[in-house]
């Protein structure tokens, strides 16, 4: 029960602030909001993968450690691509109210 909090303070940990700045770099205009989620998608899989090196270990069947990995990853991914799609709904719009007609 103990590794449970564990884990959702980890994903607490790193979500919260991946999310906040990603926020922000948005609004100032320093990086698009989809460019942070694509990279948040793939620092997820990364991220599964060593969280489950660390748990599992060479020598442990660590099934329990396996499962929180893939938990772990999958909730990144998921919100990397959460961010990716809200940016390129964001950017698709902005091409369509574009105000720049001339007559």
Do not use: E
Request: no cysteine.
């Amino acid at each position: 029960m103990a590794y449970d909090v564990l884990m959702w303070l980890f994903l607490a940990a790193l979500l919260i602030p991946a999310n906040i700045y990603a926020i922000k770099w948005h609004r100032s205009g320093n990086f698009p909001l989809w460019a942070s989620g694509l990279l948040l998608v793939i620092l997820g899989v990364g991220l599964g993968f060593a969280v489950g090196g660390i748990l599992v270990g060479p020598s442990n069947a660590g099934q329990g450690g396996a499962i929180m990995a893939a938990f772990v990853g999958l909730v990144t991914v998921g919100n990397g691509l959460i961010h990716f799609f809200i940016g390129l709904i964001l950017a698709i719009g902005k091409l369509f109210t574009k105000k720049d007609t001339q007559v």
